[in-house]
């Protein structure tokens, strides 16, 4: 996948689930979501895009997780 920065790095299936629960998903929703995404994800798929599907995947399973989850910004990166 391809981050914001430009930067390249592998789809983790693992770390979208985790985020996914972190905005208060039950696991099962997390899991389905995460293992739709990974067979969407393909090289060069942008991070944008990928916060974009798993947006609509969760907010029919848990619209309450998927508005927690589209609100948040991560912190800056300090220098």
Not at 17 to 43: C, D
Request: include cysteine; proline fraction near 4%.
């Amino acid at each position: 996948m391809k981050k914001h920065s430009g930067a390249r790095q592998d789809f983790e299936k693992a770390k979208l689930k985790a985020s996914v629960k972190k905005a208060g998903a039950k696991e099962e929703h997390a899991t389905k979501v995460a293992e739709n995404l990974a067979s969407k994800v393909k090289e060069g798929t942008m991070t944008v895009e990928i916060r974009r599907w798993c947006i609509t995947e969760l907010r029919p399973l848990d619209p309450k997780a998927a508005k927690a989850y589209e609100t948040f910004e991560k912190p800056a990166k300090k220098k």
